[in-house]
């Protein structure tokens, strides 16, 4: 606007700020308006979500029970010639399998069209069975009746019939003393079965699994393991005692454990031939031991200078049998612990350093390639290659 003269007309300054004043009241007051309106929707539909959601999941007490409808399965009791039945070791199928390293021998399980849907009779005149500690020394005959193996083993003193029990002396082939004493002379040369360095063992060719007994009595763990033979499975003596057992052998599978399961592995004349085929039962001792696990033997070849005679062999023979025992151990990365009378003891190297050298082609047995898992156990073939532990930080992580 202007005068009558042209001159501009000066507005007030203050006249102009309330316009835009009330301007930014109005846009605040709307902005909160919206905000109000879009809170109470959203709120609204989470509360309608929340109440169809309570609608369709119904209260407990509103929930309908239905009873589940076992039907009973009954099954009949199988014949008295299935007293001893073990579906996956019966030696009335061993004649199907060969005789290659006894491998009619391991765990065979019959297809499903032969397989037995009827209840293994106990013993007649069963009983329940002794309780441990007392266990250990006595079980019920009736509940083992096996009289072949207490004629056989009678003058090793492994076991004695007296009355309605069998009594377990503690005897062995290699422990005319007792069992006692030949674990205080093994004590004596592996100090770690005394501070808890050894908690774990594994007999292999138990017996009837005296060792394992006096080792428990210990403290230290002991899983029994032996095959069945012609007449019966010497390990139900161990399960009938209340001594941890299973039925095995080493021949062309692994032991079902994973790799570094023991502390310490034992063979008391259990004429498994270490030596023969490569050292394959041996490569397998050395996967479930752990790095610095102790192997015990007795028996041939060791003290062979002065067994020789007993062992219906020449002392050459025996000496050369030592001989590549060692060797072969040696290349394992094994080394001599302690040695005395007819126990040796050998430890494995705890020293991932010592497998270096099988990276070179001319060396045996080799190192396994990374296709070989070292835990893998149930019916996986025994592969005549060394299973280098894991370092210790790969075990951490």
């Known amino acids: 606007m202007k005068y009558k003269d042209g001159k501009p007309i000066q ?9 835009l004043t009330v301007m930014v009241v109005i846009l605040c007051g709307f902005s909160f308006y919206l905000g109000g309106i879009f809170s109470s929707e959203k709120n609204s539909f989470e509360a309608n979500e929340v ?15 239905v009873p589940l409808q076992n039907k009973a399965v ?11 039945y073990t579906p996956c070791t019966d030696p009335r199928r061993w004649r199907k399998y060969g005789l290659h390293r006894l491998t009619f021998m391991e765990r065979h399980c019959p297809p499903i069209f032969e397989r037995k849907e009827c209840l293994v009779p106990p013993p007649d005149g069963y009983k329940p ?3 441990w500690p007392k266990s250990r020394d006595e079980c019920w005959y009736r509940n083992v009746p096996y009289n072949w193996i207490n004629k056989q083993k009678s003058n090793q003193n492994w076991l004695r019939k007296q009355g309605e029990k069998f009594l377990f002396p503690g005897g062995g082939t290699m422990f005319p003393r007792g069992v006692s004493a030949y674990v205080d002379l093994m004590q004596d040369l592996i100090p770690e079965m005394k501070d808890g360095r050894v908690r774990t063992a594994i007999d292999t060719g138990c017996g009837v699994a005296s060792w394992g007994g ?4 210990r403290g230290i763990l002991t899983l029994s393991l032996a095959p069945r033979d012609n007449h019966e499975a010497q390990v139900q003596f161990a399960l009938e005692r209340g001594i941890p057992a299973v039925l095995g052998i080493i ?10 399961s023991f502390d310490m592995a034992h063979c008391s004349r259990c004429l498994i031939p270490w030596t023969e085929f490569g050292g394959i039962y041996l490569l397998e001792i050395h996967r479930i031991l752990r790095p610095g696990g102790f192997w015990v033997l007795s028996g041939p070849p060791v003290n062979y200078e002065n067994r020789w005679r007993g062992w219906n062999t020449t002392v050459e023979e025996q ?18 612990y302690a040695k005395k009378d007819d126990i040796a003891v050998w430890q494995k190297s705890s020293d991932n350093s010592c497998y270096d050298r099988l990276t070179d082609p001319d060396v045996y047995p080799p190192k396994c390639d990374d296709s070989v898992e070292p835990d893998v156990a149930w019916y996986t073939p025994l592969r ?6 894991s370092s210790p930080l790969s075990l951490c992580q």
């Open 214 to 217: 006096d080792l428990l009595d």
């Open 384 to 389: 005549p290659c060394i299973v280098v532990p």
């Open 51 to 65: 109440q169809d959601f309570s609608k369709s999941v119904s209260s407990p007490k509103e929930v309908t029970v």
């Open 319 to 336: 000496k050369s049998d030592y001989e590549k025992l060692q060797e072969l151990l040696t290349s394992m990365c094994f080394k001599m």
């Open 11 to 19: 507005q007030d300054k203050g006249l102009k700020a309330v316009p």
């Open 74 to 84: 009954s099954f009949p009791e199988c014949s008295i010639d299935y007293q001893d």
């Open 129 to 131: 069975p002794v309780r």
């Open 251 to 260: 021949s062309t599978q692994r032991l079902p454990f994973p790799s570094n």
